[in-house]
């Protein structure tokens, strides 16, 4: 059984009879444990796909099901990290990581009588991204990079069984944006839960994931899907093989493909 799938997914923003199509037939099925990136074309629908699985919006037609249960309501078990940060700035650092486990109903009658392993996780993410040292920060006080790594660290400390990022490093220059790509994938070899991150960046999600899964124009349906078999660890020299760069190009034309399509 996928862990996470869509079966003829269609989402209408607004009335059924006047609103906006925004997905029309979209599937696609990802097992336990896998990275999956979701490309296309900008207003094509990945930012839907990802409310859709986690349950803050559901589909007008077609399934969506997470361990074989139908997505009726938004998921407890989901870590979600968007393009901006959104720390709340009154709060350090490490407290704006343990909010997600201060608001959430089933951690946090064991986060008020007991916040030590909380605390423990907390510090052992922060040590994990390279954040040592900046617990008593401010957001105002740490760079864009540093934001989005406290982000993370947000977003994974209930340990949940789903990470979604959307977008999570476009608003980032390029030496910071690769430097969180090796971030993330350290996170993920030691952790192992399952992702799903929505990209414009080819080079992104072709140096993340495992999967590729390629958008149409809106509607938005899963056209294609593209393998990645460049073995983990991932360095950012495999970027320059011809393997990679093939890869890419690839992506690319069957999106510019989509593009065209009338």
């Keep these: 059984m996928a862990f996470v799938s869509l079966d003829k997914v269609r989402l209408v923003y607004g009335a059924a009879s006047s609103g906006t199509l925004a997905v029309q037939d979209a599937s696609l099925s990802m097992e336990r444990g896998e990275f999956v990136a979701v490309v296309g074309p900008s207003g094509c629908g990945k930012s839907t796909i990802l409310k859709m699985v986690s349950g803050l919006l559901s589909p007008s037609a077609g399934l969506v099901a997470v361990e074989g249960q139908r997505v009726t309501q938004p998921r407890k078990d989901c870590g ?23 608001i959430a109903e089933e951690h946090s009658k064991s986060y008020r009588r007991d916040p030590k392993p909380y605390l423990d996780k907390a510090h052992e993410l922060l040590a994990t991204v390279g954040l040592t040292g900046f617990e008593n920060k401010f957001p ?19 340990q949940p069984q789903l990470l979604l990022l959307d977008e999570p490093f476009a608003a980032l220059d390029a030496f910071t944006r690769e430097d969180l790509w090796q971030v993330l994938q350290n996170l993920y070899l030691t952790r192992k839960f399952t992702v799903i991150l929505v990209t ?18 809106r509607p938005g349906r899963i056209v294609s899907s593209k393998r990645v078999e460049i073995q983990r660890p991932r360095r950012l020299d495999d970027c320059f093989k011809p393997e990679f760069t093939d890869m890419v190009h690839d992506l690319r034309a069957r999106i510019a493909k989509e593009l065209e399509a009338a």
């Design 80 to 102: 979600i990290a968007f393009q901006n940060p959104t720390l709340l700035p009154w709060r350090t650092t490490l407290d704006n990581i343990l909010l997600s486990v201060e």
């Design 140 to 158: 105002w006080q740490l760079s864009g990079g540093m934001q989005q790594r406290a982000s993370l660290c947000r977003a994974l400390i209930h």
């Design 200 to 217: 414009h960046d080819l080079r992104e999600a072709a140096f993340l994931a495992d999967t590729v899964y390629i958008m149409s124009k």
